[in-house]
């Protein structure tokens, strides 16, 4: 039995109906159905169109209905097309055929777009705790290693001496522009389509501002239309996770690298690694490469969902069911993924040591020797010449550091050069030289860090 059965002498395929049903899915949503299906039936009493006893009987059948679901009372099984159907045929089965009235002046249009708005709502403010959480880690270990110095690549080679903390920071701040466009994504989900109905608007004059207020709604939409058809929130919501997860995937690359015994400058505890069936000595990073690879499933369903809306007429069209499945995977994924890299990055052990090591035998000093020279007067692209030498020189005599060169060496390979640049080439050196906004010198890193704790500390109301 469908909602529409009357309409038909036959019934639909077998077939149609497996494709068609949503409520496989959509049952995940059924707290939001209920919901919204008592603000309508108040909203429906309020306004005239049943009377005041009917609407407190919707009321009471459909509360009954939320307490059974939460106490996962609810029996889920039978044949029900969708969420929206099965909550009129459960509460049909509570209180009779009054029941029959809750569906006046609305449609699955409407609702659809109404649950979905609702249930992404609560994600997102789910979804920013979560980010927090990952800001929360990273943060921890930047303020444990206020002066750990490793190399910072370019072209994965060794580039320059960064503070640790300065690099931990960088992730920092790509994921606190994330935490701002789930905001803003927030702000445009934040709308109600209730009182759209099928796509004209609703026959009967509603309230649709007490509606909205009663299910915590910021606005009500402006064209009814547009309301059932738009599905743009899923899409703010996508993007904003596809490129959340792309952050998150970078973060994980690094992981997995970092743990390498060639890098080796940290180390994964036990409650985030994986061992082998045959090979005794791994240690796997598991859950970093799980997040690296699920980004491939959040830009999947972006681009799936993007595609489904493209050239599509208004107003409602079947073909934005497919919406459901794609958001539910990818709120669920963005979540996990968030939850598994939070692990991995707080249960990370930093190894100074190693860091050190490689700021040996990669010349990432070169670059504190000509600026060097440029304190003293030479043009810049001259100094790079001279430095340039400088490692070439080192590298014939087989040294590891620019420091090691022999004190004659120095003036031979530039005039101004002299003793006192070892001085600056220390890694200490190089990163205090870094002393401007947005750079690696420790006084710059520790201000920045304590602006991103206040950042993370003045939450979202
Ligand atoms: N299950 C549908 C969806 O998710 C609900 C709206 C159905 N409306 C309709 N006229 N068939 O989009």
């Not at 099965?86 to 002046?105: M, N, Q, S």
């Not at 003036?411 to 030289?433: I, K, N, Y």
Request: glycine share 8%; charged share 25%; with cysteine.
């Amino acid at each position: 039995m469908t909602v529409w059965s009357e309409r038909f002498a036959g019934e639909a395929d077998r077939l149609l109906r497996h494709h068609g049903d949503s409520f496989p899915f959509d049952r995940a949503l059924l707290a939001e159905e209920i919901r919204a299906s008592i603000a309508h039936a108040r909203a429906l009493a309020r306004d005239g169109v049943i009377p005041p006893k009917d609407g407190d009987r919707l009321c009471r059948g459909l509360r009954a209905m939320e307490k059974d679901r939460a106490a996962g009372r609810l029996s889920l099984d039978g044949d029900h097309e969708d969420v929206h159907s099965f909550v009129e045929t459960d509460l049909a089965r509570r209180i009779g055929p009054v029941a029959g009235k809750l569906h006046a002046g609305r449609s699955r249009n409407d609702q659809v777009a109404t649950i979905y708005r609702l249930w992404l709502r609560d994600r997102v403010d789910g979804d920013l705790d979560a980010i927090d959480r990952l800001l929360g880690a990273l943060l921890d270990h930047a303020e444990a290693h206020p002066r750990t110095v490793l190399p910072a690549y370019t072209h994965l080679q060794r580039a320059q001496p960064v503070l640790l903390a300065h690099h931990l920071l960088a992730h920092a701040e790509a994921l606190l522009r994330d935490r701002a466009r789930f905001t803003e994504a927030r702000v445009r989900i934040d709308v109600l389509p209730l009182g759209s109905g099928a796509g004209t608007g609703a026959g009967f004059p509603l309230d649709r501002t007490a509606v909205a207020r009663e299910l915590g709604f910021a606005a009500v939409s402006r064209n009814s239309l547009d309301a059932v058809s738009d599905r743009d929130f899923l899409l703010d919501y996508l993007s904003a996770a596809t490129l959340l997860s792309v952050h998150l995937s970078r973060i994980a690359e690094e992981i997995v690298l970092w743990t390498t015994p060639e890098f080796g400058f940290a180390r994964l505890d036990d409650r985030a690694s994986t061992g082998s069936s045959i090979m005794p000595q791994k240690r796997n990073p598991d859950g970093a490469e799980l997040v690296r690879g699920r980004t491939g499933r959040l830009v999947g369903h972006l681009v799936a969902v993007l595609t489904t809306l493209k050239g599509l007429p208004l107003s409602y069209n079947k073909d934005l069911q497919e919406g459901g499945p794609a958001i539910l995977d990818a709120a669920g994924t963005i979540r996990g993924s968030l939850g598994l890299l939070t692990l991995s990055v707080s249960s990370l052990e930093f190894l100074p040591d190693r860091m050190a090591a490689a700021l040996e035998g990669g010349f990432a000093e070169a670059t504190e020797a000509a600026d060097f020279l440029v304190r003293r007067g030479v043009p810049f692209r001259e100094a790079h010449g001279a430095a340039a030498r400088l490692v070439r020189e080192a590298e014939r005599r087989g040294l590891n550091r620019l420091a090691d060169l022999p004190d004659a060496v120095l003036p031979a390979v530039h005039a101004a050069f002299d003793s006192s640049l070892r001085a600056s080439l220390a890694p200490e050196a190089a990163v205090r030289a870094r002393d401007l906004a947005g750079g690696t010198a420790p006084r710059r890193v520790a201000a920045e860090l304590r602006r991103l704790r206040r950042a993370l500390a003045a939450r979202r109301p």
